[in-house]
RNA sequence: CGGGCGGUAGCGCAGUCUGGCAGCGCGCCUGCUUUGGGAGCAGGAGAUCGCGAGUUCGAAUCUCGCCCGCCCGACCA
């Protein structure tokens, strides 16, 4: 038995498709996730919101922990000194640090403090003492903190003036194990993002115009938004010895020689909520993968009398610790609301799977089952209910993945010219992929011709299908261009 | 940082032009009735009108400065 509704009026939000950016800005304050503050910039992440923060946490740690990374807690608070050594680092970072001038009692500061943009500045200052001996080497250091980016224009976990992320800094005896390190971490910020996120992402390389300031180059993964545009999710950075040369991290090799370690780092922000509202949501709000969501399934008990109420509260005791018992996050919901109210509300904060559990389901022992991708009801016995509501999870998952990938395909054209690709996105958003020289002028035009678009990220293993779009040159690479965030 | 718009109860807004009792809807509290897709009725609480100066007998309303947000550009995770 399957019954849907389409009633697509959701009181208090705004349609996806009237206006994508009030609507993201809508389900994030409505949805809980989080909101203004009174500092220009900066955002309240509230409860509901910090519990997704930490299931990313928890993913990537674990992933790191698991091929030997350490977590850290370096300064916040980075001496201008410091701060002005590696030149590439300081232009790219300058416009956007807030520096502190004046403490307390002790008045204005000898020295101004950089609020931390990112650490490779301090890491590498103080990473020169524990770094001796290329058997010293690798060290594979990890943080996660809050940093401070005095952006002009902000949006609630998309760029905001403080955000939080982890910043992974590892120093290694040479350059192709350096190398390899950055690969390992793009692969686990796809896995985070694919396995965890639902969020299918090209992993790649970014070109020159667009790389980390000081680094010799820089990997991302791209997801697409639901409007079209791409969201850089992450990146990984090698930096060859610029870094190391600058703050003077160098070890004694085997042959007993000087030499300056080969750096890399590499990082995730709050961004990735805004990625997953913007991946998955529809006008009725949040659609949350199952593996981060904080509330797996949500149980709508359904009574009108007193009786009633005891006898759907007993039929829900009879099952319940057992579906917690198979790691479910569960939470039944007594509140003193109508059901309908609570549907909303919950479908609003993106529940994968909703249970409604009124005299009938008592009665036949069932449950019915709505899940939020579809919205679909249909009733599942209540005989192992824990290993069913499992694989229905998995299931979740699966088709949320699904979904934005046949999304992604239906929004990712190939072109041959620039011509096309500034025809494309006159009426169009989504990924143009195009054959490229590899040169930034022509990367250059691309952007100037269709005001804003730019090279997204590209795999060099993947053959250029043709010439320069731009010059007519031979290509070197097949690259990805698009709108982004 | 440039251009435009806005800030009045928790949220959404009217009132501002033309100065004169602080309003509406939703939400909130209490009670009763309700409860399978955002309940109904009754009563009630809640606002230094973004902040600070100024003009005036009198300022949400006029003037100046500042803060915050939104939209469009340039910059960025």
């Not at 103080?126 to 001796?132: D, K, P």
């Amino acid at each position: 038995m399957t019954e849907t509704y389409d009633d697509s009026f959701v009181k208090e939000l705004t349609r996806m498709s009237d206006d994508f950016d009030r609507w993201y800005t809508d389900v994030v304050r409505k949805a809980e996730l989080a909101d203004y503050t009174p500092v220009r910039g900066c955002m309240v992440i509230r409860p509901y919101g910090y519990a997704l923060w930490e299931g990313i946490q928890r993913a990537f740690d674990d992933m790191i922990k698991s091929s030997g990374h350490e977590n850290w807690y370096f300064p916040l608070l980075i001496p201008e000194e410091l701060f002005m050594k590696e030149a590439e680092h300081v232009e790219g970072f300058t416009p956007e640090v807030a520096w502190v001038t004046e403490a307390g009692s002790h008045g204005k500061l000898d020295q101004r403090l950089a609020i931390r943009p990112t650490s490779e500045t301090i890491i590498g200052t103080l990473m020169r003492r524990y770094v001796q001996s290329h058997r010293d080497l690798p060290k594979l250091t990890n943080q996660w903190c809050n940093v401070v980016r005095w952006e002009l224009r902000t949006r609630l976990f998309l760029r905001t003036a403080e955000f939080l992320w982890q910043e992974g800094h590892t120093f290694h005896a040479n350059a192709a194990e350096a190398i390899e390190e950055v690969d390992r971490i793009l692969e686990y910020y796809r896995v985070l993002a694919e396995d965890w996120c639902a969020m299918p992402v090209f992993a790649g390389w970014k070109t020159a115009t667009e790389k980390f300031p000081g680094a010799v180059h820089t990997k991302s993964i791209e997801a697409l938004m639901r409007d079209g545009l791409t969201l850089q999710a992450a990146t990984s950075h090698y930096f060859g010895q610029n870094f190391s040369r600058a703050y003077d991290v160098s070890f004694a090799n085997r042959e007993n020689v000087r030499e300056f370690c080969y750096t890399t780092s590499w990082g995730a922000t709050t961004r990735l909520i805004g990625g997953l509202v913007m991946a998955h949501g529809d006008d009725f709000g949040l659609i949350l993968p199952p593996k981060l969501a904080p509330v797996q399934v949500v149980v709508v008990p359904i009574y009108r009398t007193d009786e009633a109420h005891r006898e759907v509260a007993d039929f829900i005791a009879g099952w319940e610790p057992e579906v917690r018992a198979a790691g479910i996050r569960l939470k039944v919901d007594w509140s003193d609301e109508r059901p309908g109210a609570k549907y909303n509300q919950w479908e609003l904060k993106g529940v994968p799977l909703r249970l409604e559990v009124g005299s009938r389901e008592v009665a036949a022992g069932e449950v019915r089952v709505v899940d939020r991708l579809t919205r679909e009801k249909r009733q599942l016995g209540v005989n192992a209910l824990g290993e069913q509501l499992s694989a229905e999870l998995s299931a979740f998952q699966a088709a949320l993945y699904q979904r934005a990938l046949e999304f992604r395909q239906a929004n990712t054209a190939v072109v041959k010219s620039l011509a096309e690709l500034v025809e494309h996105f006159r009426t169009r958003a989504g990924y143009v992929s195009a054959p490229w020289c590899g040169e930034a002028d022509c990367e250059a035009k691309v952007r100037e011709a269709t005001g804003g678009v730019k090279s997204s990220n590209y795999d060099p293993d993947r053959k250029a299908e043709g010439e320069c779009l731009v010059c007519g040159r031979p290509g070197r690479y097949q690259i990805n261009f698009a709108r982004s965030y």
